[in-house]
């Protein structure tokens, strides 16, 4: 009998046993994923492509797989999910469809992800308690992938939503039995959103329902409504810094389109990364900064074009007008001035300092500075219109309207026509050469240095040399030639001998001095830099001056002693600087 018991039990381990299948709390059209078919899921009715469960890692594999039912109710939601942490990986495209119930479920903590995309499709239509994306009593989170879900009546609905950097678009066409559910309606708390937001559609809003002690959110539109069209959700990429400032502030691709974003900016100013083109229509940039921050325009971006189109100013009130360390062109029909600081850092009195290339082909550009025009570098000049100029400093000698260039400038089809009899002159200094441009009088050129086209048209100006007996009439006349305020006009009338207006074709500038002259005014015209204002008497003007202004009425931000020869008005006297 003993031996018959251990005989017995001797079989009992040694015949075959059949092993119970693990089941996981995944289940795909109705069927459950177990451990005999976790390893591929196209053993489940409805699955193609390539799909796995990994139960140690808890992450489901789509790799281009599909994912079908058509049955109703519960047994055909597309995928439900009641593992904790489960991780979805995606790869390639993949699609999820439930014909007549919801595409998914998700009853614990779950997580997309991969570079991959997944389309989910709830019903259309039928039963409308089934026709949903996913319901998500719990929470899911969207990490990086993209996402497309759609359905008859919520998008997405319930529970906690996280979205992080991530691409989905959401559909839901909402139901007349409830004004709460649509593209994203009923969830359980406004998402949270990292590094990524909606985009569309504009002007939404998320909208709060109580009910039966429960809180819902749902996302509502510009007109009140809940929301049925598509949610687009795109990650919010950190901004591309391009190498352009202004006024200390960088150009990027957020403010890139209207630059008038930036403080100090008026008037038309872009910049197209594409092409490397900033444009000025009609814009003036302003800085108060000092130093660094208050250069008008820093570039280095190789190969930089600069569009001119109409009047434009750059204007650095305590620093330089620009910088420029790359290769640049200025080009268009317009005009740019550029101002840098008058008086202050003399490190930073300058108009232009180019340590790189620049090119001016065909435009027209004027450049001041309280010690440097323009400075460093190279420059070529193609047919084009340029004065400069720089008041140099008693510090060093070769600082002024072209002062301490890298090279001698290049100039094709133009020339410098003003003023005559100027040099380069040579500087060596350690390792480096340095170029400035000299007068006749064998200082470095501190008065306006005009560039010309070689077949530009002589031009004139038009001078005022005293307005008679009628002061009245001839401010008039001022003001319609200048568009100066007739406040402006008068003033600028009142500071005879002075000139009116510059650059003046032959025809026009007689045909202003004539009305001029008409009109009881003492009147003439000079080629444009050549009429020098005499019979005024030199002045000695106290340091402390409080008020200068050029004839013109622009009022001057230096001391008296920095400035160039020529005549201005100082607390309001007429006062000729030698």
């Known amino acids: 009998m003993y031996a ?68 109703e109710k519960a047994a055909g939601v597309g995928l439900w999910n009641s593992i904790k942490d489960l991780k979805v990986v995606l790869i390639g495209e993949n699609t999820i469809t439930s ?43 969207v990490d990086g992938c993209t996402l497309e879900i759609s359905a008859g009546v919520n998008g997405i609905t319930s529970g906690r939503w996280k979205f992080n950097k991530c691409n ?41 329902l109580k009910k039966s002690g429960y809180t819902f959110q ?63 229509d009609n814009a003036t940039i302003t800085t108060t900064a000092e130093k660094a921050a208050g250069v008008g325009l820093w570039t280095s971006v190789k190969g930089l074009t600069i569009k001119l189109i109409g009047e434009n100013t750059i204007t650095s009130e305590k620093s330089g007008g620009m910088v420029n360390y790359e290769k640049l062109t200025f080009t268009g029909a317009g005009k740019l001035t550029i101002n840098g600081a008058m008086s202050g850092n003399e490190d930073y009195c300058y108009g232009v300092l180019n340590p790189g290339t620049i090119t001016v082909d065909g435009c027209s550009l004027e450049i001041s500075g309280g010690v440097n025009g323009i400075t460093s570098g190279r420059w070529k000049f193609n047919k084009c219109n340029v004065r400069v100029k720089g ?75 005293s307005y008679g007996e009628n002061l009245v009439a001839v401010t008039k006349i001022v003001k319609e ?12 009338v009142e500071s005879a001998p002075c000139i009116i207006k510059e650059n003046m074709t032959q025809d026009d500038a007689k045909e202003a001095r004539d009305k001029l002259l008409a009109a009881g005014a003492t009147a003439s015209i000079h080629l444009h830099g050549t009429w020098k204002p005499s019979g005024i008497n030199t002045q ?25 020869a020529g005549v201005y008005i100082v607390n309001g006297k007429k006062v000729l600087k030698k």
């Open 4 to 71: 018959a018991v251990v005989a017995l039990f001797v079989t009992a381990f040694v015949l075959p046993q059949h092993v119970q299948a693990e089941n996981y709390n995944l289940l795909i059209g109705g069927k459950r994923v177990t451990s005999e078919n976790c390893g591929d899921l196209t053993a489940i009715d409805g699955v193609k492509g390539k799909a796995k469960y990994d139960p140690a890692s808890n992450t489901l594999t789509l790799d281009n797989a599909t994912i079908t039912t058509t049955a």
């Open 99 to 141: 014909e007549k119930s919801g595409g998914m479920v998700n009853y614990e903590k779950l997580t997309f992800t991969g570079a991959g995309k997944l389309t989910i499709t709830g019903a259309m239509s039928g039963n409308e308690d089934y026709c949903y994306g996913i319901l998500n009593p719990s929470t899911v989170t």
């Open 168 to 208: 989905v678009r959401v559909k839901g066409n909402g139901t007349t039995k409830d004004e709460y559910k649509g593209s994203m309606g009923r969830l359980g708390y406004v998402p949270e959103f990292t590094d990524c937001k909606i985009v569309s559609p504009e002007g939404t809003k998320w909208k709060e």
């Open 218 to 280: 749902s996302l509502f539109g510009s007109d009140d409504k809940v929301v049925t069209d598509w949610v687009t959700i795109k990650p919010t990429a950190a901004p591309e810094n391009y190498n352009i400032l202004i006024g200390g502030k960088k150009i990027t691709s957020e403010n890139c389109g209207d630059l008038t974003a930036i403080e100090g900016v008026k008037g038309k100013a872009a910049f197209d990364p594409a092409t490397n083109t900033l444009t000025f």
């Open 391 to 465: 008041n140099g400093t008693e510090k060093d000698e070769y600082k002024g309207s072209m002062g301490r260039l890298g090279y001698v400038p290049e100039f094709t089809d133009c020339k410098i026509v003003s003023p005559e009899g100027t040099e380069w002159k040579e500087l060596k200094k350690g390792s480096y050469t340095f170029q400035s441009l000299f007068g006749s009088n064998g200082k470095v050129v501190t008065d306006w240095v005009t560039i010309q086209p070689n077949d530009a048209p002589e031009t004139y100006d038009l001078v005022l040399e």
């Open 481 to 492: 030639l200048t568009g100066l305020s007739l406040l402006k006009a008068k003033q600028l």
């Open 540 to 564: 000695t003007v106290d340091t402390a001056a409080k008020a200068i202004y050029t004839l013109q009425g622009v009022r001057l931000n230096t001391k008296f002693e920095n400035l160039p």
